[in-house]
């Protein structure tokens, strides 16, 4: 059974900096797809970074590339997102994804992850 269990949410003035995590049991980290999705009231479920298997490879979107940072510790099977210079808009509960990922990479979207945290309330205020 994959369970995947996020902390580190919490509040902030914008500008301020949060480091979230996800540690997850029941898949291996070091082949699967992971990834940090985040869901605010009203709006659907967006995809925020990923990281991929097969060479080790963050991704984050365009959008938000100058300000987080997606790594994982195989290991220890963590993923971590590192949130920068955050923004009332960055405001959100913030979900660790992990799909088995045969061919090392799969779309940034959620139809394409089958296992999910809880997720984790990142609020920030101006």
């Known amino acids: 059974q994959v369970q995947l269990v996020e902390s580190g949410g919490g509040s902030v003035e914008a500008g301020g900096s949060l480091r979230l995590s996800c540690a997850g049991s029941g898949i291996n980290f070091g082949t699967a797809c992971t990834a940090w999705f985040r869901q605010s009231p009203g709006n659907k479920r967006e995809g925020v970074a990923a990281?991929?298997?097969?060479?080790?490879?963050?991704y984050v979107i365009d959008s938000l590339r100058d300000r987080f940072t997606i790594s994982a510790d195989n290991v220890r099977n963590t993923l971590t997102l590192q949130m920068g210079s955050l923004q009332p808009d960055d405001t959100a509960t913030y979900y660790c994804?992990?799909?088995?990922?045969?061919?090392?990479?799969?779309?940034?979207?959620?139809?394409?992850?089958?296992?999910w945290g809880q997720g984790t309330q990142v609020t920030v205020s101006s």
């Open positions: 990281y991929y298997p097969i060479g080790n490879h963050p």
């Open positions: 994804a992990a799909s088995d990922c045969p061919t090392g990479w799969v779309l940034l979207a959620e139809p394409n992850f089958g296992n």
